[in-house]
């Protein structure tokens, strides 16, 4: 029976699902059928893959030829099917040997000279080959996919002829190197450091608080004061990433199209959208739907500087994913779920004009600027720290040495181990049942914070977050139990909520 079967796997978000490539030759007038639910650049392979074999040379079959790609209800894109394809009809052809394909997967995309070119996508592709213990053949251009992955049996071809004679047991493809040594877990050095910003002291301690228990941060000050540079900082405070946490993250970035440099493999990312993002460049989606902004951060940092000028609804848009740490994207082809467990920097100004103090704006156009983000929106921030103007004579005085990035970063990584081993989650992500088991609070202090919360106006969901910023303000002091001055120091910033509290009493 003129018939052959070859392993591929396909996209499906950060997964990679196993395809069957079924090619059945048949007596008949010559023809090439592909069903399984291609899309066009799927369809499009059976020119490259004719083209391909013949001037490979090999023989071309001049019957009819039907490739199967199965599950069928399993959408298929990409030029990722072609080598699997070509494989295939020249197994069920006899010219390659069907009993070499077990145990092998085969991705790529061929030119029309027979060469194997690069794709996207693929490092999913090699995760689960790894995970199920297969060979993998891909394209010599995704071989720092491979190596990011590690895996031993993955092998790289070039051309289809390579492949036959890998298939023949005349020659060997070759793998990754054994012994990599270009990944290092230690943070590259940095440019740029926290000590390069001038005055902002208690900015600064907010973004320690922020990074020691991965906080949701808003900065909000007149232009100039230093929020973007504070807050683009905020990377070289954060421990690196865990071999696995790194490998998630170069995953998404590899669906979406990108390539995660060798050098920043364990640095976590930081994404800085501008204003003018659209819904789905946030969120993601598209026809094919691909990962946005807030799962390209996933690990890491967003940073939303002048996130007034964000559209209402693009800004509402994130209030779910922070909640779950997940993004789900639902369109007619797939249903597909992308991870966003990201840490939010967000920066604007207090004003449409800059500056509340001696402002050209009325206070019923600053209250109408302020309303572009919804209330629900700002409650998802921790901390809401004023960045006020330098005094004057700040700049031209005698600075003292200032903490660098790096003992900061230390502290930071002290604080989070104490988290982590107490109540295995960082500070930030602790339910309400793990704060009143592991919290540290006493009963006097939990009720004279909500008494606090009541005064300021503040929602249930205010409570446990100033609860939460307490318990990490408590563990940067190395103390096991929360008192009543690591709540007040929590109280202290929540500067939105007073220039909201404000300007209503200035009615």
């Not at 877990?185 to 973004?207: E, F, H, M, N, W």
């Not at 019923?364 to 572009?372: G, H, K, P, V």
Request: glycine content about 8%.
């Amino acid at each position: 029976m003129a018939i052959a079967c070859v392993t591929t796997r396909a996209s499906l978000g950060v997964e990679a699902p196993e395809v069957i490539v079924e090619v059945h030759l048949s007596n008949g007038l010559p023809a090439f059928n592909l069903v399984g639910l291609p899309e066009t650049s799927v369809k499009e392979a059976k020119e490259r893959v004719r083209s391909a074999i013949i001037n490979a040379g090999f023989e071309f079959p001049q019957r009819r030829i039907t490739v199967n790609l199965a599950p069928a209800d399993l959408p298929k894109q990409g030029g990722r099917y072609d080598l699997p394809i070509a494989i295939g009809i020249l197994a069920a052809s006899k010219q390659i040997p069907v009993a070499m394909l077990k145990d092998h997967e085969f991705v790529g995309e061929l030119a029309l000279s027979g060469h194997i070119r690069q794709c996207q996508g693929l490092l999913p592709v090699i995760v689960f080959a790894r995970k199920h213990h297969k060979y993998l053949i891909l394209p010599l251009g995704n071989r720092s996919d491979a190596e990011l992955v590690g895996y031993h049996n993955s092998f790289f071809a070039t051309h289809l002829q390579g492949v036959s004679a890998y298939l023949h047991g005349q020659q060997s493809l070759p793998s990754i190197a054994t012994g990599l040594e270009w990944i290092a877990s230690d943070a590259p050095p940095q440019s740029t450091c926290l000590s390069d910003v001038i005055g902002q002291y208690q900015a600064k301690r907010a973004l320690e608080i922020a990074a020691a228990g991965n906080h949701n941060l808003l900065f909000l000050g007149p232009p100039g004061t230093g929020k973007t540079m504070l807050a683009s900082r905020i990377i070289q405070l954060l421990p690196p990433l865990s071999y696995d946490e790194a490998l998630e993250v170069a995953a998404i970035h590899s669906v979406a199209g990108q390539t995660v440099p060798k050098a920043q493999f364990y640095q976590r990312p930081f994404r800085s959208p501008h204003h003018t993002s659209s819904p789905i460049s946030l969120v993601g989606g598209g026809s094919h739907p691909k990962p946005g902004e807030i799962s390209l951060a996933h690990r890491g940092v967003l940073f939303l500087d002048e996130v007034a000028e964000f559209p209402r609804k693009v800004l509402d848009c994130l209030r779910e994913p922070m909640e779950t740490g997940e993004v789900v994207i639902s369109r007619a082809a797939a249903k597909l779920t992308f991870a966003s467990r990201f840490q939010l920097i967000a920066a604007m100004n207090p004003s449409p004009c800059g500056d509340t103090a001696n402002a050209r704006a009325t206070q019923d156009q600053i209250q109408r600027y302020l309303s572009r983000l919804s209330g629900p929106f700002i409650d998802r921030f921790d901390l809401t720290i004023d960045v006020p103007r330098l005094p004057e004579g700040t700049l031209t005085q005698q600075q003292h040495a200032a903490e660098t990035s790096a003992t900061i970063a230390s502290r930071v990584k002290a604080a989070r181990e104490r988290q982590l081993s107490r109540a295995g989650v960082l500070n930030a992500e602790l339910s309400g049942k793990q704060l009143t088991q592991t919290g540290g609070f006493s009963q006097t202090d939990l009720e004279f914070l909500e008494q606090s919360v009541n005064k300021l106006g503040l929602s249930v969901r205010s409570y446990h977050r100033l609860q939460r910023v307490a318990r990490t303000i408590a563990d940067l002091a190395q103390s096991q139990t929360v008192d009543r001055s690591h709540i007040a120091q929590a109280l202290g910033y929540r500067a939105m909520d007073r220039l909201l509290n404000s300007l209503k009493n200035s009615y």
